[in-house]
Each structure stands twice: as structure tokens, then as C-alpha cells.
Antibody, heavy 119, light 112 residues
């Protein structure tokens, strides 16, 4: 079955760190770029980061650049998001997503993992 | 404040037609493909339309997409109660040297 499964979310204090993981299955992981998209409670979608198939290109939203780091391990079919210096406004449901059918859309999403930043 | 502008809400009766607009600029909609997503309550977004007007396998032809200049539109005909949810448009934004992905703020569809 083609799927993405996120993990690693939880409750963390402001200023601390957290690492999210996304496990892929059912497709050739290293053929595709991967992305992180987040959704604060009750709000809309916000793209966080994208990483090319070979990690040669990694982009970030301005809101997380310098604090978050995306990486991937193609041998393990896994995507990661290292989140440092977390802030209250980073509280959100974090999805990993990819574009298998078209490079211009996200056609496969995980179920999301919740990150709550609070003291 | 989202880079792409959508109406906060739209509504229509079952069986009717509705359109949802998405307005951007030359650096995003004006020069890149647009996609549309439906997020049903408590679920992850699902792709409805890609490359402005293409439907993935399994998406009924009641859903259609179009683009003109720096705006895009999602159309839904034969509205059903199961269509209720939040709709988002998205595209690349290449205003900076590195491209970033941008979404609209979302439109809540109510089927009265």
C-alpha cells in the first residue's frame, strides 16, 4: 500500500527541540521530492520545507528557516524534520507529503503528527 | 495572511453549482501550475485538481479547475453533502531565487 506515516510529535517547551519522522512505503522513495506541511489548530495549511530526491536542494519557509532542518535517508525510505528553538506559533499538525503523479501538486499525504509547544 | 487569496466561505444547496476563486500574483499563479485540495473534517488534505485543470484518478468530473492570468477557479457541480469541507488552492512561488510552495487561506464549503 502506498502510504506515508509520520511520528515523533508531542508536547515540548518553548526553546526546546523535537525531531519528526515520516516513513514511506509502496513507492520508490528516492524517485521523489518530499515536503513538510503544517496546520495550526483551526487554521489553514502552511508549507514548511521541501527536499529533493537526492537532498541536493532543500528549501524552507521564512517562518522556520534557520531553526528547522529537513533531511532524508533513502535507504530507510524515511524523511525527517529536526525542529530547534521551537516557538508557541510552531504548534500545529505536521504532515509529510509528496508529488508522485505530478511535480506540481501533493497527491500523497500522511495522517499527520501533532506538535504542541507550550510551557 | 496567505499569499493566495480565497473567500473564507461559500455555500449552496444540494445539486447546485459553486465556484471557489484563488487570487495570486505573477510570481505564483501567473507562472506556475495550480492545484486544489479538499480537507474533510479530521482528515488529511486530498488532491482534487492538479496542473490547473487535471483530475487524479478517482476524482469525479463534477470537480473542475481553470486558470486565467493570476487567478484560478475551482468549480463543483451537482453538490452533495459529502462535499462539505475546506478547500485549498496551492502553487509554487518563484519570487525568490529558491522556490517555495504557497497555499490559499482555505474556503469552507457548506451544502445547505
Amino acid at each position: 500500500e502506498v502510504q506515508l506515516v509520520e511520528s515523533g510529535g508531542g508536547l515540548v517547551q518553548p526553546g526546546r527541540s523535537l525531531r519528526l519522522s515520516c516513513a514511506a512505503s509502496g513507492f520508490t522513495f528516492d524517485d521523489y521530492a518530499m515536503h513538510w506541511v503544517r496546520q495550526p489548530p483551526g487554521k489553514g495549511l502552511e508549507w514548511v520545507s521541501g527536499i529533493s530526491w537526492n537532498s541536493g536542494n532543500i528549501d524552507y519557509a521564512d517562518s522556520v528557516r534557520g531553526r528547522f532542518t529537513s533531511s532524508r535517508d533513502n535507504a530507510k525510505y524515511s524523511l525527517y524534520l529536526q525542529m530547534n528553538s521551537l516557538r508557541d506559533e510552531d504548534t500545529a499538525l505536521y504532515y509529510c507529503a509528496t508529488n508522485i503523479g505530478s511535480p506540481n501538486a501533493f497527491d500523497l499525504w500522511g495522517q499527520g503528527t501533532m506538535v504542541t509547544v507550550s510551557s | 495572511q496567505s499569499v493566495l487569496t480565497q473567500p473564507p466561505s461559500v455555500s449552496a444547496a444540494p445539486g447546485q453549482k459553486v465556484t471557489i476563486s484563488c487570487s495570486g500574483s505573477d510570481s505564483n499563479i501567473g507562472s506556475n501550475f495550480v492545484s486544489w485540495y479538499l480537507q474533510l473534517p479530521g482528515t488529511a488534505p486530498q488532491l482534487l485538481i492538479y496542473d490547473n485543470n487535471k483530475r487524479p484518478s478517482g476524482i469525479p468530473d463534477r470537480f473542475s479547475g481553470s486558470k486565467s492570468g493570476t487567478s484560478a477557479t475551482l468549480g463543483i457541480t451537482g453538490l452533495q453533502t459529502g462535499d462539505e469541507g475546506d478547500y485549498y488552492c496551492g502553487t509554487w512561488d518563484t519570487s525568490l531565487s529558491a522556490g517555495t510552495w504557497v497555499f490559499g487561506g482555505g474556503t469552507k464549503l457548506t451544502v445547505l
